[in-house]
C-alpha cells in the first residue's frame, strides 16, 4: 500500500485532496489523488494485483475464520467474509501453499485488505488453491434452464 497523507488545509470543502508516495529506487514520486472516500485509495497500489477467488482462513487471535481471497499481490491481499478484523488488526493468512503475517490495512462490513509483512509469489499461491464458483451464478443458470 502506498502511504498517503492529506494535504494541508485540503479538508475544506466536499473532497479531501490525499498526496500518496512511491518510493522509486532511492527517489521519491509523488502523485495527488482527489477523493470523496479514502476507500477509493485501494486502487492506488504499488504491487499488480491477480484476480482470484479461493477458500483460505484468517486466524486472529489464535482463532480461525473462513475467507474468500478475493485478490493478491506480492505485498497484500484482499479477502472476504464475516466477522472480518479491523484495521490495525495483526492476522496470519493462510492458504494452500501459502502462510503469512499481515496487518489490516481497510476493513468493512464484507471485505478487507491486508498488507503483508514479507513478499509473496501470489502467481505460486493461485496456482495452488483451486477456484471457487460463485453458486449465485450457478443457482441462476440452473433455475433459468428449468
Known sequence: MIPCKPLPGSNVGTKPTWLCYRSVTNDQTARIVDTDRIE???DVRSEQRYLARFSG???IDR???AVEIADISCVGACVRGADLPKRGEE????AENLEVVGTVVWSDDTACG???HKPIAPLAVIGS?????NFN???KAVAMRG
Do not use: A, C, R
Open 137 to 139: 451464478t450457478l443457482t
Open 57 to 59: 482462513t484468517v486466524i
Open 63 to 65: 482463532k480461525p475464520l
Open 40 to 42: 477509493d485509495l485501494k
Open 91 to 94: 492476522i496470519v493468512l493462510l
Open 129 to 133: 488453491n483451486p477456484y471457487l464458483p
Open 114 to 116: 491486508i498488507n503483508f
